[in-house]
């Protein structure tokens, strides 16, 4: 049988496909460790926050507790949307040797080297 052309074409469509969904594939966990990055910056300011008004009520005998509840919510409420952005994009693999976490699909500790099991 010829391998002729229009295999040529078939083939060359079917590759292009297989690497377009790589892209995407690539372009959708960057997102995803994006979304991340930035919820995790918020909440560390909430935190940061938090310790600020607890300070001044301690510092000052003023009464900031309601303050201190809205902020606690606003913890909980970014820990649950970095819990689930962290669940929809795959459980990090953790390092045995390093510790440090790693995507779901990596073989390799992008930190250390070793092998993920």
């Not at 292009?16 to 910056?41: E, F, H, M, T």
């Amino acid at each position: 049988m010829k391998y002729g052309f229009d295999d040529f074409i078939g083939d060359s469509k079917e590759a292009i496909d297989k690497v377009a969904a790589k892209a995407n594939n690539a372009v959708s966990v960057s997102k995803a460790y994006a979304q991340r990055a930035q919820l995790r910056v918020k909440l560390k300011e909430k935190y940061y926050e938090l310790g600020r008004v607890c300070y001044n009520m301690h510092a000052t005998d003023a009464d900031e507790s309601g303050n201190m509840k809205k902020l606690i919510k606003e913890i909980k409420l970014l820990e649950a949307q970095l819990e689930y952005a962290e669940e929809a994009s795959g459980k990090p693999k953790v390092c045995a040797y390093c510790g440090a976490k790693n995507q779901a699909d990596n073989l390799y500790c992008s930190r250390c080297g070793e092998r993920l099991k």
